[in-house]
């Protein structure tokens, strides 16, 4: 048990160089747009990209991944921009690669499936690997919040205490849905963006 902590721990880290931490997924859109500008904003925004985009659409594939399905072209489908689509080819060659270093045969594609073929071959409970993923997308969404609105340190760890509170509650196998037109066009117009911080 305490080995698969570690690993699961390892995986969820952002040390892990996969390169995440160069994406917002729409956040800096967000701030560019005038929608985010505070801590209290950040946490709305990025509570709603988890309740009705990645709770919704990313965890019921995620969770068939961890139960040995193939969802990679689903996942990959499901990406509504150039930018989005890849991030997730990018993070999921980056994470192959060193798999393949540590001595995990994993193909290429996109990031939830390459992770869960990671927590497979290292026994991770799924739900432990899914939560694992849920806090990873979330701390790198705030560690991008920080930088970007700009926030101090104890405003971002405020917000992972709210919404870390809420990753238990993820139901993966609520059905599959994706309703974030918001998400969408932001994502879309930080493609062409002027200046910016991050790839997404």
Same mark, same amino acid.
């Given at each position: 048990m305490t080995t698969n902590l570690v690993r699961l721990l390892q995986l969820a880290s952002p040390t892990l160089p996969v390169g995440a %931490?160069? %994406? &917002?997924? $729409?956040?800096? @859109? @967000? *701030?560019e747009a005038g929608i985010v500008t505070d801590a209290a904003s950040a946490e709305r925004w990025i509570g709603d990209v988890l309740e009705f985009s990645v709770a919704r659409s990313d965890v019921p594939?995620?969770?068939r991944m961890l139960h040995g399905e193939d969802c990679d072209d689903e996942f990959i489908a499901s990406r509504e921009t150039a930018e989005l689509r890849a991030e997730t080819l990018q993070m999921g060659h980056s994470l192959s690669r060193l798999l393949c270093k540590l001595g995990i045969e994993a193909r290429e594609g996109a990031f939830p499936s390459v992770y869960a073929i990671a927590a497979r071959a290292w026994g991770i409970e799924p739900r432990a690997a899914l939560v694992g993923y849920l806090w990873c997308w979330l701390e790198n969404q705030v560690m991008a919040a920080v930088k970007v609105v700009p926030l101090g340190q104890t405003d971002g760890q405020r917000i992972l205490m709210a919404l870390g509170a809420r990753l238990a509650a993820v139901d993966p196998q609520a059905g599959f849905a994706n309703f974030a037109? $918001? /998400? @969408? *066009? /932001? &994502? &879309?117009r930080h493609e062409t963006q002027? &200046?910016?911080l991050f790839r997404s």
């Open positions: %931490y160069s %994406y &917002s997924q $729409g956040l800096e @859109a @967000a *701030v594939l995620l969770w037109p $918001g /998400l @969408a *066009v /932001l &994502s &879309s002027y &200046s910016r």
